[in-house]
């Protein structure tokens, strides 16, 4: 994968000889001269300074060194990742995700994965943002799916996205053609929310917190499939990201429409781990699937 160059110059500069550096590299101490003069005429200076007792590195070889030595570490780094996964045979992952991400995108997911690598196993929990951010910092849960919005300092981000709440709705709604829509014209309106099971406030009830027009709900729920089928029922408007309805909103059956509000519009959605630990290869292999998933979703429209 890399020029033969890397590993003579690392070794002559360690050894202070070219000579003592073919020996350990078991190459003609010929051939690695002409390697170093060769580069040399390429980049037109002197890389080291030959004397009788041996070489040693001039100003310009010492910058050569430390790219040469921070390559060959990133190699090594690489090969090992690449002998992790390909010797990859099983594992358990414990996931925490929103309750949304259950419905079709980690499924999907999750199949696919297993088809690659079918002796991993998994355990999978729906829980709130702040409490995937705590299993997740506690070593509870290896991955978790959720906002990011309110970061634990012993998790790390390993991707998001722009994932707003808006409006879901059946496609015959009067607001179903609308491009976006503000809180204050959902008065009257019968609502479907999400609230937590433990008696505190959503995300919404956060962001809205100071607004005087109050949202009239004709049901709260911490079940999206309870939700769900309240919309299909035409008994409300959801207050929701896309990411639980995407098969209904394609299929032309609901209707997405972006609420105009500054927190809300900009909620984003992602991977995280424990910034205290390291990553395991299932963890890290999943991770970047669920990655490539939440990339390739249109959420904002």
């Excluded at 690392?10 to 003592?20: F, P």
């Excluded at 041996?54 to 990742?81: F, M, N, P, S």
Aim: with cysteine; charged share 20%.
């Amino acid at each position: 994968m890399h020029s033969n160059f890397l590993r003579y110059f690392d070794e002559v500069a360690r050894q202070g000889s070219i000579r003592k550096a073919s020996a350990v590299l078991n190459v003609s101490s010929t051939t690695v001269n002409r390697k170093i003069i060769s580069t040399e005429n390429e980049m037109g200076v002197r890389l080291f300074e030959r004397t009788p007792e041996g070489v040693t590195l001039t100003d310009a070889g010492a910058i050569v060194l430390e790219h040469c030595r921070k390559t060959l570490q990133d190699y090594e780094r690489t090969r090992t990742l690449l002998d992790d996964i390909r010797d990859l045979r099983s594992g358990h992952l414990n996931i925490a995700a929103i309750d949304s991400v259950t419905y079709g995108l980690l499924p999907r997911i999750l199949l696919d994965f297993n088809r690659i690598y079918p002796q991993v196993t998994y355990s999978i929990t729906t829980a709130q943002p702040d409490e995937i951010m705590t299993a997740v910092a506690g070593g509870i849960a290896d991955i978790g799916i959720t906002f990011t919005f309110d970061l634990h300092p012993n998790v790390r981000v390993i991707s998001d996205k722009t994932a707003p709440i808006g409006i879901i709705m059946r496609s015959d709604h009067p607001f179903a053609e609308r491009t976006n829509l503000a809180i204050e014209e959902l008065a009257g309106q019968k609502m479907v929310r999400t609230v937590d099971a433990r008696g505190r406030n959503s995300i919404i009830d956060q962001a809205i917190s100071g607004m005087s027009s109050a949202l009239s709900t004709n049901c709260f729920t911490d079940t999206l499939h309870v939700a769900k089928q309240m919309i299909l029922a035409g008994r409300g408007l959801g207050l929701y990201t896309k990411i639980g309805f995407i098969d209904e909103i394609d299929q032309g059956i609901l209707r997405f429409v972006p609420l105009m509000h500054d927190v809300l519009s900009n909620l984003r959605i992602g991977v995280v781990m424990s910034a205290s630990s390291g990553i395991s290869p299932p963890e890290r292999l999943l991770g970047n699937e669920i990655k490539r998933a939440l990339i390739q979703l249109r959420l904002d429209s």
